[in-house]
């Protein structure tokens, strides 16, 4: 079981999206650690891997800020690692300036 998370304009094949990361069952510990190191809207509503979510561009703005301070914790290895596919994941989208949706599997 995974969580998608997809780039485009709608999650729909019509507009082409992107899957461009997966949040992994087994990940949900560390995205736990995560969000009790920095409360953040963006980490607690991908925590849940049963409900499809929606981040606007500006959304995914804040958000990347919210993970950006969470580079300078002191992380375990495999925080680190999710932070990486997270912040990797959000600022594709920005890049694309494109909205991000959260997939449930």
Do not use: W
């Not at 304009?9 to 069952?25: H, L, M, R």
């Not at 993970?67 to 690692?81: G, I, K, S, T, V």
């Amino acid at each position: 079981m995974s969580y998608d998370l997809v780039v485009g304009i709608d999650n729909k094949a019509k507009s082409n999206p992107v899957v461009i990361g997966k949040i992994e069952y087994d990940e949900l510990p560390m995205l736990s650690l995560l969000i009790k190191r920095r409360d953040s809207f963006f980490l607690t509503r991908i925590s849940n891997l049963f409900v499809d979510e929606f981040f606007s561009v500006d959304e995914l703005c804040e958000a990347q800020g919210h993970l950006f301070e969470l580079m300078l914790a002191d992380l375990r290895p495999q925080e680190r690692q999710l932070l990486h596919k997270l912040i990797a994941v959000v600022t594709y989208a920005l890049s694309l300036q494109l909205p991000l949706h959260g997939i449930a599997d």
